[in-house]
């Protein structure tokens, strides 16, 4: 899959599942401060790394660390993102 439709698959995800902290503040917070869970954020930035086509070197982001809106789907779309990373990671 090409790095800029994982990254759109990625930040889309994130964007509809990721919990947001409920007191985010867009004035004084960072983007990616935004989510309850560091998973993710970690997820987050690996999208935007892979938009400007640059392969993280890692992403720690466990849909067990309830930082989503937990539904089956959404973990089994989780873990298949995960994987999709981790193929450009190792090569």
Do not use: Q
Request: charged fraction near 30%.
């Amino acid at each position: 899959m090409e790095n800029s439709i994982l990254s759109e698959k990625i930040l889309t995800f994130v964007e509809k599942y990721a919990m947001i902290r409920p007191d985010y503040d867009a004035l004084y917070d960072d983007f990616e401060d935004r989510f309850t869970s560091p998973d993710a954020s970690e997820l987050y930035n690996a999208g935007i790394l892979l938009k400007e086509n640059i392969v993280p070197k890692r992403c720690n982001s466990s849909f067990g660390g309830c930082g989503y809106i937990y539904k089956p789907e959404v973990k089994e779309e989780h873990d298949f993102l995960i994987k999709e990373i981790y193929k450009k990671i190792n090569g």
